[in-house]
Nanobody, 120 residues
Framework: QVQLVESGGGLVQPGGSLRLSCAAS????????MGWYRQAPGKQRELVAT???????NYADSVKGRFTISRDNAKKTVYLQMNSLKPEDTAVYYC??????????????WGQGTQVTVSS
């Protein structure tokens, strides 16, 4: 069974930094893309950043220049370095693994979410 476990959320002041991590576990032969999405209260879930197994990245315009996504394929882990945080970054951040090949199926998986709160 594939699981994604996130860590690193918390409370930070505006202008501060946080680093999120998400580790995939289970019988996994390959993962095409990993990424981060977020959902603020009363809003739809939105893409933050994604990275493919080859290292190609994609960012939401609202986080370009402030957030950096990276990935360790050997550890099946994706990171999100968030700098210059703003109150509008406050949300539950979800990890996603797209195109997970288990040897039997190819599916997408989501983590349970981690809260990021930016407030003074």
């Amino acid at each position: 069974q594939v699981q994604l476990v996130e860590s690193g959320g918390g409370l930070v002041q505006p202008g501060g930094s946080l680093r999120l991590s998400c580790a995939a576990s289970g019988t996994i032969f390959s993962i095409y893309a990993m990424g981060w999405y977020r959902q603020a209260p009363g809003k739809q879930r939105e893409l933050v950043a994604t990275i493919t197994s080859g290292g190609s990245t994609n960012y939401a315009d609202s986080v370009k220049g402030r957030f950096t996504i990276s990935r360790d394929n050997a550890k099946k882990t994706v990171y999100l370095q968030m700098n210059s945080l703003k109150p509008e970054d406050t949300a539950v951040y979800y990890c996603n693994a797209d195109g997970v090949w288990t040897g039997a199926t190819t599916d997408d998986y989501w983590g349970q979410g981690t809260q990021v709160t930016v407030s003074s």
